[in-house]
Each structure stands twice: as C-alpha cells, then as structure tokens.
C-alpha cells in the first residue's frame, strides 16, 4: 500500500486499525440500507449496490453480503419486506498494512441478536 | 387493478391517493440512500437497486433514478463521494385507479434546491 | 404564505400539493430513522428530533411523531430495539394555499402493514 | 463489566474489539443520520437524539456528537440544511475490560474528507 495521508491522524498499531475500520463497515452498512423495501426478486441488486458501496471504502480487500431468503418474509397487501438488521449476513475483510481484520455480523438465535463481530484478527501488535 | 384492501382508510380521491404516494416514493428513496459512497463506476448498480426496491411499493407504476455524474465529485485520498440529495434525478409515475401522478426530484440551480414537484397529475376530481 | 417560488415548478392545483408533500414527509420520517437503537428511555428524545426536522421542510404546518412503546421490544444482550416501521405512529399536517392534507403512517393489523394514508384532504379541486 | 455473553463469538484481545466497536459506533451513527434536515435551531435536539442511541449499544462508555454550526449552511427557499458527513464532529469512547478507545470523525480540511480515526487506544495487546 502506498502511504496513506491519513495515517498520522491514526494512534495504536495497524493491527488496531485494521479492526477499527471493519467496525466502521459494518455500522455504516446495517444504518444506510436497514429499512430498504426488498423481495427474493430484488435481494441479489440490493447485495451489489452494498458491496459496491462498501468496496468504495478505506482499506477494504474483500466483502461479502448477504440477505437471509429464509428469514426474508414478505407480509402486507403489496407483498414485500422492509431490510432488518437481523436479515444481513456481512463478511468483510480489511487490511491495515501486515494487519488483517475479518468482520461479520450475523444474526445470532442463541443471543437473539444481530452481532458484529471479530472473526478473525492478525498481525503485529507492535507499532 | 383488483380492488386494494387499504382503500378504504383513504380520504380523499384516487388522484389525490396518486398525489400522496408519488411523494412517499421520493422521500423514501432519498432519505433511504442518501449518504452512501458512490463513483461514476458505482452508480449504475445503486441506480439499479433504487429503481428495484422502489417498484415493490403501492401503486408505482414506472421508476427512473438516475445519479448526476456531472455533478458527482469524488474526493478525497479514497476517491469516492457520498450520495447526496442534490445529486438525484428521479421520476416516478403512480397509478391510483384512472389517476396518474409524475413525480419528480431534480436539483433546481435558480432555487438552490434538490425540488420534489408534481410533474403531471391527472384524473377525476370527484370520487 | 408569500408566494412560494417552487410553486411554477407544479403541475396540478394546491390540493395535490398537498396530499403530494405529505407523502414526501412520511416517505422521508420513516427512511430517514428506521434503523435507530431505541429503548423506552430514549424514544422521547427521538420523537422530538423527529418532529423538529420535519418541521423544517416546506409546507408543513403541524407534525407529531409517536413510537409505539408497546410494540417496543428490547432484545439481545444490550437490551435495545431497533426502530422499525411498525413502531411509528405519525400524523403530519401539510397546507397548500387553502387546502389541507393530513397524512398518517401507523401500523395496522388487520393489514400486517405499516400503511401510511390520507386522513383527511380538504380544499377546491380547481386550481 | 459482568460477562458478557458475546465475548466467545470474538478473535483477538480486548483491545482488538475495542478498536472494532469504536469504529461501529461512528459508522453507524453516519450513515444512519445523513440526510436529515437541520439548521442551527434543531441542531441541539438532533445531537441529543444521535447520542442517546449511541449509548445503548454495546461498551459505550461515553459519546459526544456535534454538528459544526460553522460549516451549516441552510440553503434553498425554506432555508435549511441537509445533514452531511462533513458537519459531524464525534468523539466516542469505548471500554473493552481493560482496554479502552476513542473514535472520532472530523472533517479534516488538508484531506477535503471527514476523517474517521483511533484518537487514543490503550490496553493489554495480549489476551
């Protein structure tokens, strides 16, 4: 990576950041698309427009999203869904120089819960 | 159209039904999207999935989202933007038994203003 | 109200504007906040921010949002909700010259559906 | 902080998720209230609005959000503002056992970019 003009407003190691900025991807995904009007037929454009979007970002080397079809329920008289937190399944990977974060939300049953969280983290944890 | 369960909470006239929800579609899709990263190579994909997510709702009838690529400037060490309510240009046309109403979002330069405005309405006045 | 300089931009007679412009504030309320961790304690707060942007935007003459705290649900380990459709009842008063729209959005369940519609519209059907 | 139940879905220290839920936070505090209309009268009620649910998620510890009167610039003919990423000023501390972090967007003008970044982060790099 060639030097990021950012890096000097950043405290802690890359490792720090590399987790810093999945968390960052994670929360901006769920808050900009949560309440989108969404179908089975029109899930897949709405997981390229988030991808897309979230590709755009800092430090993202890969991402993938995903809108649950079996907990997707279409009610109403007009048939659709409204996008919920609990629907997505995100998996995005960051890196930070040596450093590599794996984030995910998901929902989880046992917690009753959409989690974000850690699944994977490496790298040097000195500067 | 087969008869709609929700008429009968409705004041009003068909054309005055084609009036109201040409404007629930353009203040939901601005405010659903605004705010996501966007480049000219991102664009079309977002369009794509407004356009579809608009479609599922009451009564739309046709949906055109189109991004100002002249007005998008990315900026910053990333190099993308965030997509803001001036750089929409959306018509949509609803269709509520013999009404039709156009709708309409565009940045206006003389109003400084991103204007939602009723392009066409037509049909009977009386119920 | 002095005269409006958006007001060459509009097809249509003063009471579709106004059954236009109370949909765009339901559309944009809804779109804007669904989304929002919310419990009891914190839905006041919200309500009122709610209510003052909407305040804000053309026409409006009297807004009042409510989250139904009945419906409210913490869930999860942190023990929040998250804002959706469903929870919001909102009444918006828009007017245009002499004509009034109020516009609702309040979940019904006969329907399974949040459905916003025309309370009440008043006003000539001639420009 | 008594166990937390998600602690077992997490790779990496403390300090790791940290850094992580710091970045949700700002993340998702963006994202989920760009594009809400706002002028210097309604600005203090929204900062109370976007605080409130930030403490409700998960090792907040403190929160402060501020929308740069400076940079607002109502603008069009009913005069007011669209929330935009640049006008956000946020710190946010975040407390993982030991370790603690804090966040902060600012729209930093040698980048033309509002910045999100580590401010301090401290704590065990050990699990």
Do not use: C, N, W
């Amino acid at each position: 990576m060639a030097k990021d003009p950012t890096q000097t407003y950043f405290a802690g190691t890359e490792r720090d950041r590399a987790a810093f900025e999945a968390g960052i991807k994670l929360g901006a995904i769920v808050h900009q698309f949560v309440g989108t009007p969404v179908t089975e037929g029109t899930a897949a454009a709405l997981e390229r427009a988030m991808e897309a979007s979230t590709r755009l970002q800092p430090l993202v080397e890969d991402i993938r999203v995903r809108i649950d079809r079996e907990r997707l329920r279409a009610h109403g008289p007009y048939g659709y869904a409204s996008l919920t937190e609990d629907l997505f399944d995100i998996e995005v990977v960051v890196r930070a120089g040596p450093s590599r974060a794996v984030g995910v939300l998901r929902f989880v049953p046992e917690l009753d819960y959409p989690l974000m969280y850690l699944k994977e983290i490496g790298g040097p944890t000195e500067p």
